[in-house]
C-alpha cells in the first residue's frame, strides 16, 4: 500500500494525487481528525467483515449502522484506551449469525483492529431489526 498526504497549510492535509480521497485536520469542525481516521478504519473494517461473513452465509442483509464511542487518554500520547461499536442490522437471520460475523472480524479478519495495541479494550453489541418491506 502506497499513500501521500499533501500539508495544506495550518493543521490541514489532504490526499495527494493518485491517492484515495481524504481530508485531515487538527480539531477543526466537520472535518475528520486522525483519531477519527482511526475510528472510522476500524468500523469500516468490522463492519466489512460482518458483511461479508452475514451474506458469504447466504443470509440478507437490509440495511446496517455502525455506532463508535472511543475513551482517549487524558495525557499525551492520546491514544485511544477503549472502544466501544454497535451495529444495528436489518435482516432475518439469527443472533449466532452476528455473533460469529463480529468475532471473526475481532479475531481473524479485521487487520485494522489488529493493528492496533492489544491493551486497548473493545466492547461490541448488536441489535437485529426486522427485514424492510418494500412495496
Known amino acids: 500500500m502506497h499513500l501521500a498526504l499533501e500539508w495544506q497549510g495550518d493543521m490541514k492535509f489532504a ?3 493518485g491517492s484515495p480521497a481524504i481530508e ?3 480539531s477543526a469542525p466537520g472535518v475528520t481528525s486522525p483519531p477519527e481516521a482511526l475510528a472510522y478504519a476500524v468500523m469500516g473494517c468490522m463492519a466489512m467483515d460482518v458483511v461479508h461473513v452475514i451474506t458469504k452465509g447466504r443470509r440478507e442483509l437490509d440495511a446496517m449502522t455502525v455506532r463508535f ?3 482517549r487518554a487524558a495525557e499525551h500520547p492520546r491514544r485511544f484506551v477503549s472502544m466501544v461499536m454497535h451495529f444495528d442490522l436489518a435482516g432475518d437471520f439469527e443472533p449466532a449469525v452476528v455473533d460469529r460475523a463480529i468475532e471473526l472480524s475481532r479475531t481473524k479478519y479485521c487487520s485494522v483492529w489488529n493493528t492496533i495495541r492489544p491493551d486497548v479494550t473493545l466492547q461490541t453489541s448488536f441489535a437485529i431489526h426486522p427485514r424492510r418491506v418494500t412495496p
Request: charged residues 10%; hydrophobic residues 35%.
Open 24 to 26: 485531515l485536520q487538527s
Open 69 to 71: 464511542t472511543g475513551e
Open 15 to 17: 490526499n495527494a494525487a
